[in-house]
């Protein structure tokens, strides 16, 4: 039974709704337990795909600021918030964060580390952390320079100023803006597509991208040549090339 993070299974598709709406879902190390428990759930075979979402007009404010232990915080950070990102990256599935409002502090971290982020036309962006003089977390540093460059990382972290959906779209943190009315209902349908779809390829996809945020051209050729002879071998390419060839939709397995 958890209290803070809600899960919902839909066919191959994993639904994870942080729950505590009355604080724009901020962050506790009870509520970072839970979620590492369900995204640890989400790597079980028959998920296949993985939507993050917020419980009412948030998706997450960041740090519970109301409890942040007075001092020092490298041990929260480490033991809470540290296992979430590194399980997200992980998965070897897609996961799609649905922004339904504002992500703030490490609650924008937590959308930035996931592969996609589904934008509501109400959803607000705002780094947070110098706001209250911290630096940044959760994977931020990593995340946030890679997506918009380093100088944008530095004004968006510097200023903390709120960015729309809109904007958002324009500077590569979002891929896709949905109307807020039924945003989520839309949002899952674009996850539960993803859900249906060649699971290992995806999977090997998310490797080669991460890979080559530090290989070379050389690395990743080799990389590349490797992982497609695997992708090769699979019922799922087998099915994709049969499907061309007869003229219908392919029908994956997700292997
Ligand atoms: O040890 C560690 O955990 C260290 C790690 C730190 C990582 C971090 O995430 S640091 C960054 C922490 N987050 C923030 O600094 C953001 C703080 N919140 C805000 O700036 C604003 O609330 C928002 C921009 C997110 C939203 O503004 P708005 O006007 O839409 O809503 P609001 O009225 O400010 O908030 C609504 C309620 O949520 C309100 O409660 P109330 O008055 O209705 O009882 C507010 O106090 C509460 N709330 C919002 N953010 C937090 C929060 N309660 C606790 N912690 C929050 N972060």
Redesign the pocket.
């Known amino acids: 039974m958890t209290e803070f993070v809600r899960t919902a299974r839909d066919g191959a598709l994993l639904s994870v709704t942080l729950d505590r709406p009355?604080?724009?879902n901020?962050?506790?190390?009870a509520l970072l337990g839970e979620l590492r428990d369900a995204l640890q759930v989400a790597a079980e075979n028959d998920v296949r795909a993985v939507l993050l979402t917020g419980a009412g007009?948030?998706f997450c404010?960041?740090?519970?600021?109301?409890?942040?232990?007075e001092g020092a915080?490298e041990a929260?950070?480490e033991a809470?918030?540290n296992p979430v990102v590194r399980e997200i990256a992980a998965l070897e599935k897609p996961v799609v964060a649905a922004v339904n409002?504002?992500?703030?502090?490490?609650?924008?971290?937590l959308a930035l580390a996931c592969d996609l982020r589904v934008l509501s036309e109400a959803a607000?962006l705002?780094t947070?952390?110098s706001?209250?003089g911290?630096a940044l977390?959760?994977g931020m540093s990593y995340t946030l320079p890679r997506l918009v460059g380093p100088a944008r990382a530095l004004e968006l972290t510097y200023t903390?100023r709120?960015v729309t959906a809109d904007e958002a779209l324009s500077l590569g943190l979002g891929e896709l803006v949905l109307p807020a009315d039924g945003f989520v209902e839309a949002a899952t349908v674009f996850a539960a597509r993803l859900a249906q779809g060649p699971t290992g390829s995806y999977a090997r996809i998310k490797a080669q991208v991460a890979a080559s945020q530090a290989n070379t051209l050389e690395e990743q050729l080799a990389l590349e040549a490797r992982v497609q002879g695997e992708a090769s071998r699979t019922a799922d390419f087998a099915e994709g090339v049969r499907a061309f060839r007869e003229r219908r939709p392919p029908k994956f397995v997700g292997r």
């Open positions: 009355d604080v724009l901020a962050l506790t190390p007009r948030g404010a960041g740090a519970d600021l109301s409890t942040l232990p915080v929260v950070v809470h918030y409002g504002v992500a703030a502090g490490a609650g924008l971290s607000v705002t947070g952390f706001g209250i911290l977390d959760a903390g709120r």
